[in-house]
């Protein structure tokens, strides 16, 4: 044996080697991320005016910027005065400049001559003075005339462009939902009230209305600027599978758009990718013939959602505080865990025919796997979009080995059941049933956070999910001497990187220590799982 291997060999299986290892790593990645957070934090309180100042200055530049446009643009002013409105919220009270609603002034910003420079007609700078006077102005007297003002000039598809959609937005701001749906549906005629067609989309969507949803839909521009969610919701509504397929593509293309959470979901999903693989005995060189694995896990997250529109299987009672623990758990092994393990086990089943003819039960416990890491690699693409990365965290670390461990479950005891010609159907219908359960226990322990002790049931649950999984994955194997570096060892150090690398991204997303803290605490479940790596394999 080379040396470079001998050498390789012994510390990999050496326990105070491995130890000190996960110490560096950690040490190193939390040394880091205290340094970046006192260099960043310095530079924060030294460089940062206040919030007076900040959004003075960012609303004096965009001003100027408008008042320098050459061509007319009432669209661009109407979104100034919107954002403009929207920052002048964030200040306390005191902090607010007077608007002078005469001259339709704030300090030193004119909007009276913003207004001149892109209105279109007279009237229509009437309309954007008054609008001003309502979202800027606090006298109560001023703003009801303004108000009265925009619904006299509204009210009809032959008003002036925005007079529909400014009053509209008073009586959004009023909580009038029906009567603002009803002015935007007005102001949608023209082809450039981009603004008007998404509120009465968001609207229109909160109260269900199928009728205006349908006339929307019709407008391809609407469809455009629909976020994946929105069209999501809107194809359930209204049934129609091509928005189902164009929403289910978008969400796609703006999951995979994110570089910092592709980058990181990657990176988990390769480290756990080596580990299995390793894990399964098997060469690196050959780790490229399971990636088609991957791929199939990624594409039954767009099966999962199809389903649960289609069927309307997607219910969500379990955050009715009224409802039992029991109900609770019901609903999160019906609801998430059955649905989840079906399409990935149907996506698995493409495999099958391949692995009946290896002959090789581990194998299939691999692909098993595989597919569950890329089910879970898409959904924490998901999270960290909807969510950021505080929630992601536990995906990231804990979420990946029980897709692992239960999809691999159930792959190596699909296989059997078809090895066996249907013999072993009573035993796969229990374990089935048993991984649903898991499945399901699991979820309800990380969601329910309300219940005291519950972290511990989850940490349990990816315990034994993943001890079962990996007496499956090596039963046939036997001890990996062959191999110069431990698999005990790849799983400790490479599981430690992804802590250390998520401790420093952490810590620089919140702009907290507290980042260091949380993420150790999520990393909990996985010195069970280091612990079963040492008692299963033997290696140190």
């Known amino acids: 044996m080379p040396n470079w291997r001998s050498n390789a060999f012994y510390l990999s299986r050496n326990p105070t080697f491995l130890m000190k290892g996960v110490a560096y790593i950690l040490g190193f990645f939390v040394t880091v991320a205290i340094a970046a957070h006192l260099i960043f934090s310095s530079a924060e309180v030294n460089n940062t005016a206040s919030m007076a100042t900040a959004l003075a200055e960012k609303t004096q530049e965009s001003y100027n910027s408008l008042l320098r446009e050459s061509k007319k643009s009432p669209d661009h002013l109407a979104e100034w005065l919107r954002d403009t409105a929207a920052l002048r919220k964030h200040l306390h009270p005191t902090d607010r400049l007077s608007f002078d609603s005469a001259i339709i002034k704030i300090g030193g910003v004119n909007f009276n001559s913003l207004i001149q420079h892109h209105a279109i007609d007279p009237l229509q700078k009437e309309i954007f003075s008054n609008y001003a006077r309502c979202i800027f102005d606090g006298s109560t007297v001023s703003q009801s005339n303004a108000r009265n003002f925009l619904r006299e000039n509204a009210g009809s598809k032959d008003s002036t462009r925005f007079a529909n959609e400014f009053y509209a937005d008073i009586l959004a701001h009023e909580n009038k939902q029906k009567e603002a749906l009803y002015f935007y549906l007005l102001e949608t005629i023209y082809p450039e009230a981009s603004y008007a067609r998404l509120m009465a989309g968001r609207i229109a969507l909160n109260l269900k209305d ?18 994946s969610s929105m069209l999501l919701k809107i194809a359930k509504l209204l049934d129609d599978k091509s928005l189902l397929f164009r929403g289910l593509w978008t969400m796609q293309l703006n999951r995979i758009s994110q570089f910092i ?28 013939n399971y990636l088609p694995t991957i791929f199939a896990g990624m594409l039954s997250v767009w099966l999962l959602h199809t389903l649960q529109i289609t069927l309307q299987y997607d219910v969500d009672p379990a955050f009715d505080a009224e409802l039992s623990i029991g109900h609770k758990i019901f609903y999160w092994t019906m609801y998430v865990g059955l649905p989840e393990e079906v399409v990935k086990i149907c996506l698995f089943m493409f495999f099958l025919p391949f692995l009946l003819k290896q002959r090789s039960a581990a194998k299939a416990a691999l692909c098993g796997g595989c597919v569950g890491l890329g089910f879970a690699l898409n959904e924490n693409l998901q999270y960290y979009q909807d969510y950021g990365i505080t929630i992601a965290l536990g995906r990231l670390l804990t979420a990946n080995i029980i897709h692992i461990s239960l999809t691999g479950i159930l792959g190596y005891e699909l296989y059997l059941l078809f090895e066996s010609r249907f013999h072993r159907a ?33 940490i349990i649950i990816v315990a034994l999910a993943a001890r079962s999984y990996l007496q499956r994955l090596h039963e046939q194997h036997g001890s990996a001497t062959h191999q110069p570096v431990s698999r005990t060892s790849i799983f400790c150090l490479g599981s430690s990187l992804l802590v250390g690398v998520l401790i420093l991204i952490t810590v620089l997303d919140t702009n907290s220590l507290k980042g260091i803290t949380l993420v150790l605490k999520e990393a909990i479940s996985l010195t069970t799982v280091a612990l079963i790596y040492l008692r299963e394999f033997k290696e140190v």
Not at 215 to 223: A, C, D, G, I, Y
Not at 262 to 287: E, G, H, P
Not at 441 to 448: A, G, K, P, Q, R
Not at 450 to 456: D, K
């Open 210 to 227: 199928i009728t205006a949803l349908n006339e929307l839909t019709k407008n391809r521009e609407f469809v455009i600027q629909c976020t």
């Open 261 to 288: 959470g592709l980058s990181i979901a990657i990176f988990s999903a390769a480290l756990w990718y080596v580990i299995l693989i390793t894990s399964a005995n098997l060469r690196l060189r050959k780790s490229i």
């Open 426 to 458: 009573i035993e796969f219908i229990l374990m089935f049933g048993a991984v649903i359960l898991a499945h399901g226990l699991y979820d309800f322990c990380v969601v329910e956070t309300s219940i005291e002790g519950l972290e511990i049931g989850s």
